[in-house]
């Protein structure tokens, strides 16, 4: 009767066939699996110990069979065949054989398995009998010698018919002193076999006669040599030490290839050299062809993706624009846009809203709002003020408005008569609609932007990292970047100090990415002029050069949002200035032009579709006004540029620890420096290209306070003013304010207020189509803050011959008189009694900038103090509050927190 015992319950059965049944019902039981004979097992140290059995080869099997030498791995290479006199392989496990003279086996012994602790195999190469018997790592004894188990019925039994030559114990033969790994022995001479296949016995050999089991010892020494055959080997520490059978195929013992020794043989073979050249061909053809394929692919596996696009995209990037088959930059498609219908200014209809809605739908709400975010019909009224509910078409039409109205002119880059909304890829359309949201400033508007950001935001982030991916096209590089853009735009317009923050990371990428990609350097993408020269017919002339106008615009753009947002995050810029060279926009009516018939109307009256190049280091040298006008845009980049030189260099001359300031003026630090001391002639130069005293068809209100609050960044550390105000609390806030207490008594600090008050004559005195900027609000809370902590701290018993009343704001300042006052070491001149150089009197403000006196403003003295100061902090914040879209809520706080005046303050401060 012939037995079989189940490996994983014990059970034991006389016919084969149920013993397969059973062993089938325990496939569940068993995830592990061999690779090589494919049987399965319930746990993975036995699975690993399995997976060593099949790499071990008898000394006597790599003497017997040279010829079936090949590498494990590699397949390339065929076995010789087998010899006519050589011996088939063994039965498996389940089909027992009577043949007695069977040979010795490469197959895996159950008893290697199933071996107990004290478990010995017969006596091979003269080793006695009695040899001390070596504990098991696999199992406890307990778990198979009957003896040990007498109070258990299903204990396990080993069939009187079975025996096994255990080939670990060839690892002991003296005649291999030098023990090669397994998988050296598997390259050298190894042909797994595909089955478990044991010797059959007429009788079960007697334990005593088997010798010592030395796979623990041997073949695993790496592992810890202390109470192995004590304890299950599946306990926690030991399970930390074992290797991961994932890794099994991938060390390096399973790497070697076609050497004999324990080093590789990577060599290439030298090819023999043959008369014409054939002979070496087919000599590499049979190398290359005995790697295998399969080998490429787990070298595939082990290394990243390399990104398909490596090279910048300036240097193709107006080919590309001209070749994008769209009618507007930021299009998915060249379909015309369609007719807005009946009730819509912008075509955006119920459809489009549902676009919107459906990819990027509301965030989940709390737990005590149930809000109803699938909509029944087209329009849906917001019921109870709930933000989550996704706005109506309407509204979101009425959004599209505001934004073209009144946001757009500030960053003009969308071509809006080819615009069109079904076109618009929808991350950028949802954030034109959420800019316009904020513009509307309603309570469920309000409340449904500042909901959506965060999720919006990370979206817009993830969308810009496809650009390292190589990947995305330049024109789909453009919107992602322009999307970007404008999502660190409505972060700043919203003023919370926590989405400010959150938007930094998306700040630093949006600029690295730019600056990466060359797009700050005009010149590196080849001849524009002549591109632009080379489009003929009228109808595609049009719409090339409003995709390339939009490039430009966008990247100005961009580089001027580096210059107010480092200002607003406190950090140093990104963009490095003096490496800048960008092409001009040109003139406004050529980008609004509605047709091409009106396009090339504007042409031959004498607009041209090209502009000049302009960089830093030109206003450095020549500060002169450029042969065409830059417009709006171009003379903010200009500042912008210098704004980012004089931010670059505070940042690398200042302390950084701003307690010990003091009463520095960073134009006194920045003449002693070699790189710096240029900055200020081309700040007060650039009065002549974009301030002041430019010729009045250069006036914008933008530049105007751009240029006034770049003199400030001169003549005041605006660190020292935040502290002072309670940027830290109360205790740097005493030191930052004896500071400027010293401050006031400089001609710098009158200079400074000199420009503070002009700066709040322009916002005052804005027009109704003058749209203010986000650079502009950072500029006018500067400037509050100076001119009121100005006349806080100072001394009003000072100068008292020279206490005359000065208006600072209703007159007009002449520049030129003023000239360097308060910009160099010697502003009170040759005399000293009050007159200039050629002997004429001085005005009141050059008089005021050099002796001081007391400050008016519209015609209201100010004599300092407390009182003082808080008047014009709350008309400062006044006038921020009625700037539409544009209020930054964090600094109209703080204003009217420091003039005590708590109506417009959150309960939460």
């Keep these: 009767m012939v037995l079989r015992q189940c490996t994983v319950c014990g059970r034991r059965f006389t016919k084969t066939e149920h013993f397969k049944r059973h062993e089938r019902s325990h496939t569940r039981e068993r995830p592990y699996r061999c690779s090589v004979c494919d049987k399965a097992f319930s746990r993975s140290d036995v699975l690993f110990r399995h997976m060593k059995c099949h790499t071990q080869k008898t000394e006597g099997d790599d003497q017997q069979k040279p010829a079936e030498r090949r590498s494990t791995i590699s397949e390339g290479v065929a076995p010789v065949p087998a010899q006519p006199n050589q011996q088939p392989q063994s039965k498996s496990l389940d089909q027992p054989t009577n043949d007695n003279n069977h040979q010795p086996n490469s197959g895996i012994p159950l008893m290697q398995i199933l071996s107990p602790s004290n478990y010995l195999g017969p006596q091979e190469n003269g080793l006695p009998a009695a040899r001390a018997r070596h504990g098991s790592m696999d199992m406890p004894s307990s778990y198979i010698d009957p003896r040990q188990n007498q109070h258990r019925q299903d204990h396990i039994s080993i069939p009187a018919d079975w025996v096994s030559h255990s080939p670990v114990s060839q690892m002991n033969n003296p005649a291999n002193p030098h023990r090669q790994s397994p998988s050296q022995r598997s390259a050298d001479a190894s042909t797994f076999d595909t089955s478990m296949s044991g010797s059959h016995q007429p009788a079960q050999t007697p334990q005593s006669d088997l010798p010592p089991n030395s796979y623990g010892t041997n073949a695993l020494d790496w592992l810890p040599q202390g109470n192995m055959g004590q304890g299950d080997f599946h306990d926690p520490f030991q399970m930390w030490l074992f290797p991961s059978l994932g890794d099994l195929d991938q060390s390096p013992d399973f790497l070697q290839t076609y050497g004999t020794g324990a080093t590789p043989n990577f060599s290439l073979p030298e090819p023999k050299v043959g008369p014409d050249g054939q002979q070496i061909s087919q000599e590499r053809t049979k190398n290359i062809n005995k790697v295998p394929r399969e080998r490429f692919s787990r070298v595939q596996k082990c290394w990243a993706s390399r990104p398909h696009r490596l090279h910048r995209m300036m240097p193709n990037l107006w080919r590309d624009i001209i070749g994008h088959q769209v009618d507007n930059l930021f299009s998915d498609s060249s379909e015309s846009p369609p007719h807005p219908k009946a009730g819509s200014n912008w075509g955006l209809d119920a459809d489009c809203r549902y676009r919107l809605r459906d990819a990027f739908r509301t965030p989940a709400p709390s737990a005590l709002h149930s809000p109803r975010i699938q909509s029944i019909t087209p329009f849906e009224p917001m019921m109870n003020n709930d933000s989550s509910i ?454 009141p403000v050059a008089h005021f900038v050099r002796y001081g006196g007391t400050v008016a403003l519209n015609g209201v003295p100010h004599q300092g103090g407390y009182e003082s100061a808080r008047r014009v902090l709350l008309d400062f914040a006044n006038l921020m509050d009625g700037i539409s879209g544009r209020k930054l809520r964090t600094f109209t706080q703080v204003l009217h927190i420091m003039s005590d005046d708590l109506m417009n303050v959150d309960a939460g401060l």
């Design 390 to 843: 996704f706005p109506p078409a309407e509204i979101l039409d009425i959004a599209m408005g505001l934004f073209f109205r009144h946001f757009h002119p500030t960053v003009p880059f969308i071509h809006v008569p080819t615009f069109s909304v079904n076109n618009t890829p929808s991350p950028l359309l949802f954030v034109i609609c959420l800019i316009g949201l904020s513009i509307l400033g309603t309570t469920g508007a309000t409340r449904f932007v500042s909901r959506m950001f965060p999720s919006f935001l990370q979206r817009v982030s993830a969308d810009l990292a496809a650009c390292t991916s190589g990947t995305a096209t330049s024109p789909q590089q453009l919107t992602y970047l322009a999307t970007a853009l404008l999502t660190l735009h409505l972060a700043a317009m919203t003023g919370d100090k926590d989405t400010i923050a959150q938007s930094q990371m998306l700040y630093v990428s949006t600029l690295a990415l730019m600056q990466q990609n060359g797009l700050f350097s005009a010149c590196d993408g080849g001849d524009l002029n002549a591109l632009i020269s080379d489009l003929h017919d009228s109808e595609h002339h049009w719409k090339a050069w409003s995709r390339i106008e939009s490039t430009k615009r966008l990247i100005l753009s961009t580089l001027a949002l580096d210059s107010w947002y480092g200002a607003l995050l406190f950090r140093a810029p990104i963009v490095r200035s003096e490496a800048v060279k960008l092409y001009a926009p040109c003139a406004e009516p050529l980008f609004q032009a509605k047709s091409a018939t009106q396009f090339q109307s504007l042409i031959r009256g004498g607009k041209l579709t090209t502009a000049p190049t302009f960089q830093i280091s030109d206003l450095h040298a020549n500060p002169t006004p450029p042969s065409s006008p830059l417009g709006f845009l171009g003379s903010s980049t200009l500042l912008a540029l210098l704004q980012i030189q004089s931010q670059e260099t505070y940042h690398r001359l200042m302390p950084a620890d701003p307690l010990s300031l003091g009463s520095l003026i960073p134009w006194q630090l920045y003449a002693s420096d070699l790189k710096a001391r240029s900055l200020i002639p081309a700040v007060l130069g650039a009065s002549a290209l974009c301030g002041p005293t430019a010729p009045p068809p250069h006036h914008d209100t933008n530049t105007l306070v751009l240029w006034h609050a770049l003199c400030n960044s001169l003549l005041a550390d605006f660190r020292m003013f935040e502290l002072a105000a309670g940027r830290h609390g109360a205790g740097p806030a005493t030191g930052a304010l004896e500071s400027i207490s010293a401050w006031t008594q400089t001609p710098s600090a009158r200079r400074a207020v000199v420009h503070a008050a002009q700066t709040h004559r322009l916002m005052e005195r804005r027009r109704v189509s003058d749209h203010v900027s986000v650079g502009s609000v950072v500029a006018v809370f500067g400037g509050a803050l100076v001119l009121g902590l100005y006349l806080f701290m100072v001394p009003q018993a000072s100068n008292h011959a020279n206490r005359t009343t000065v208006e600072l704001a209703d007159v007009d300042i002449d520049w030129a008189e003023l000239g360097e006052l308060g910009f160099t070491d010697d502003s009170l001149g040759s005399n000293h009694d009050g007159g200039t150089t050629g002997g004429a009197d001085p005005s």
